[in-house]
């Protein structure tokens, strides 16, 4: 396979050159010449899956797919034929983005361990990004990827879609604006997904898969079809499980209700249950674990998997008893996922089935007033995203932020396998007193070439 090496100089005067999409001012010219005007931005996607196959087809309300890419030939054929096979296939990105400089945006839907060196490369070569959550597989990519984004100054919307969803808003608005009193306790709760599986012998690589690609900057392991497509997840060498797949989604909207998006919790701590005991060849993130972590203010955050009946099913009452070591919680209210806020005078509970509480309920006879403090307002995420492309404003989820919501996540990780309090300095960025912690492969980790991310 040919390797594609781009230097960060040529990146950055790529983006330099194309600080204002290619796409407006040509549809201006050609609409001065007295031809048919196009104000639709070109669009490719990288990594079109599940998940990359829907953020595509939302996307192209409001832009030309033009090119589709993926390590599996069969899932960009599929995405080309969508659009009548007219957007061109390719397998490698890098190709891609050198061939194709007319793209004005991309999509990112590729598995976690992939993100930030495509949107890093995207972004030095003026694309306007985006991308699936979560932001990154470390909190160091997570730092290097915001500093790409100040330094090209591109548009960039990380898909925690629930910013763009009226009742999430609201109900973050109802708790910055005092409406259960002072903040004292945030419980965030996600879906069950049981990652009991393996060991999974090895198979052969299939023909329209580039394994090698694929698997990127992790380390190189015999191909067995579980680690791939949707069970990726499961891999701590891809991903950090359901604690920062999900986590992201709901720990955004915690984060936005506390008021806390520039900030980060004072200390985390917490246990796991991991159902394949660290055996080899087996699934090795946790399906279920129990977080405490304390915030600025005296908050108190709780971050655990619902207790649905998938979840019941699955564990017995003396592991469930050890796992939440007395934690005190009413359990009829945490068996749906979603976010509970608590304060002093009441609670609000939001998932995306909508916002409840008496708050919620009072709000036609009490509505907010008119110097209420008011939240971004979006209400399609990926309209909102092409509307920023074209206004250069900032969309509705900044890579900022998101940063700062999945560092929390990146830290429980770091917590549930060290079963010890890790202490974080949100100023620094950094973990502190705990030397082996600040080594852990959720802060950095090593890259296999030639697949390194350039600072």
């Avoid at 890093?120 to 909190?139: F, N, S």
């Avoid at 990127?216 to 497509?229: D, L, M, N, T, W």
């Avoid at 955004?252 to 980060?264: K, L, P, R, T, V």
Wanted: a neutral charge; aromatic letters at 10%.
């Amino acid at each position: 396979m040919r390797r594609l090496r781009f230097s960060r100089r040529r990146m950055l005067a790529a983006a330099s050159a194309l600080a204002v999409p290619y796409w407006f001012t040509h549809s201006r010219v050609m609409g001065q010449g007295g031809e048919e005007k196009n104000d639709r931005p070109r669009i490719a996607a990288i990594g079109v899956g599940g998940r990359g196959t829907a953020i595509l087809k939302s996307a192209a309300r409001f832009g030309d797919v033009v090119a589709v890419c993926d390590a599996d030939l069969q899932h960009a054929e599929a995405a080309s034929q969508l659009f009548d096979g007219k957007p061109a296939v390719y397998q490698d990105y890098r190709k891609l983005l050198e061939e194709r400089q007319d793209i004005d945006v991309v999509l990112n839907g590729t598995p976690d361990h992939w993100h930030t060196a495509i949107n890093v490369m995207a972004c030095r070569l003026g694309k306007d990004v985006y991308t699936e959550k979560p932001l990154g597989l470390t909190i160091e990519e997570g730092k290097i990827f915001r500093q790409v984004v100040a330094e090209t100054r591109r548009i960039v919307q990380v898909g925690t879609q629930q910013r763009s969803v009226a009742h999430f808003r609201l109900a973050c608005e109802l708790v910055r604006n005092g409406r259960i009193g002072k903040l004292q306790r945030v419980i965030v709760t996600l879906p069950f997904w049981n990652t009991k599986g393996g060991p999974f012998k090895p198979q052969s690589v299939p023909p329209h898969l580039n394994w090698d690609l694929w698997q990127g900057q992790a380390p190189e392991r015999p191909y067995y079809p579980e680690r791939v497509h949707f069970n990726f997840r499961w891999w701590s060498e891809y991903a950090g499980g359901i604690i920062t797949d999900w986590g992201q989604h709901h720990m955004d909207i915690a984060y936005w209700g506390m008021d806390m998006e520039n900030s980060g919790p004072l200390w985390v701590e917490g246990e796991a249950i991991f159902p394949n005991e660290g055996k080899p060849d087996c699934y090795d993130n946790p399906d279920r674990f129990f977080v405490k972590m304390l915030f600025p203010g005296d908050i108190e955050l709780l971050y655990f998997v619902a207790h649905d009946e998938r979840y019941r099913a699955t564990i017995t009452s003396e592991e469930d008893v050890q796992l939440f070591n007395q934690a005190q919680l009413d359990l009829p209210e945490t068996s749906r996922n979603g976010i509970m806020f608590i304060g002093e005078k009441g609670r609000i509970f939001v998932n995306r089935g909508g916002a409840y509480g008496k708050a919620v309920e009072e709000l036609k006879e009490n509505p907010l007033p008119a110097n209420a403090i008011r939240l971004y307002e979006s209400d399609d995420h990926m309209a909102n995203f092409f509307d920023c492309v074209k206004s250069r404003k900032q969309p509705a989820s900044t890579v900022a932020v998101a940063h700062r919501v999945l560092t929390a996540c990146h830290v429980a990780n770091i917590a549930i396998r060290l079963k010890r309090r890790i202490y974080w300095d949100a100023t620094k960025e950094e973990i502190i007193g705990d030397a082996e912690a600040a080594q852990s492969i959720y802060v950095k980790r090593p890259q296999r070439p030639p697949y390194t991310i350039e600072v």
